[in-house]
């Protein structure tokens, strides 16, 4: 699978964030389906990467296929797999499918839905931190099972940033009750 995952990430980063949707996500006993996405480029205002390397983005100059967990206006980790030239995809909510009991104990609530509607929410669900950043996803505890078909998919403006709000790399399963907002109708 090392070798899958290598040159699953060895692309472009919308590619990836499209491609990611459907996969299976999981940390210990807690899982989740990927749901929605946002890809993030190095020429993209944006993006982690656009001003150079620094000790917090490290991962993101580190090839494809590792993990970088960064902390959201100081109280969220966030998680994002990266991609061939220091891009990201930030992963910006799954459906819970196990663990669900631990997750609603982790985030202290009990609606499926509202459970990893969110980065910050999902990692927390998941208790994703920062010791997880920079490693290869195959050497982490983080598993990660691509899926088998893609799914009927929604594309949108991405939320949550002031720069470069205008680029339409934030992609959803089109009718999913497990994103963190819904897309614009027209999407």
Same mark, same amino acid.
């Given at each position: 699978m090392a070798d899958d995952l290598t040159s699953f990430f060895s692309r472009d980063v919308d590619a990836i964030a499209r491609n990611l949707l459907g996969a299976t996500l999981s940390h210990g006993e807690t899982a989740g389906i990927i749901?929605? #996405?946002?890809?993030?480029?190095?020429?993209?205002?944006?993006?982690?990467?656009? $001003? =150079?390397? #620094?000790?917090?983005?490290?991962?993101?100059?580190?090839?494809?296929?590792?993990?970088?967990?960064?902390r959201s206006y100081g109280m969220h980790w966030c998680v994002n797999f990266t991609a061939t030239g220091n891009a990201a995809v930030l992963i910006r909510a799954l459906e819970?499918?196990? =663990?669900?009991?631990?997750?609603?104990?982790?985030?202290?609530?009990?609606?499926? $839905?509202?459970?990893?509607?969110?980065? =910050?929410?999902? #990692?927390?669900?998941?208790?994703?931190?920062?010791?997880?950043? #920079?490693?290869?996803?195959?050497?982490?505890?983080?598993?990660? $099972?691509?899926?088998?078909a893609e799914p009927d998919i929604v594309i949108g403006p991405r939320i949550g940033i002031s720069k470069a709000i205008d680029i339409p790399w934030r992609f959803g399963i089109r009718g999913s009750r497990f994103v963190s907002r819904s897309f614009p109708k027209t999407a």
């Open positions: 749901v929605e #996405t946002e890809a993030y480029h190095p020429t993209d205002a944006a993006s982690h990467s656009f $001003r =150079g390397e #620094t000790a917090s983005n490290r991962a993101m100059f580190m090839g494809p296929g590792r993990i970088y967990v960064y819970p499918i196990a =663990g669900l009991e631990l997750m609603a104990a982790r985030r202290g609530l009990a609606d499926p $839905r509202r459970l990893c509607s969110g980065p =910050g929410k999902l #990692t927390a669900a998941l208790a994703i931190d920062k010791s997880l950043d #920079t490693l290869p996803i195959e050497q982490s505890a983080l598993r990660l $099972r691509l899926a088998n």
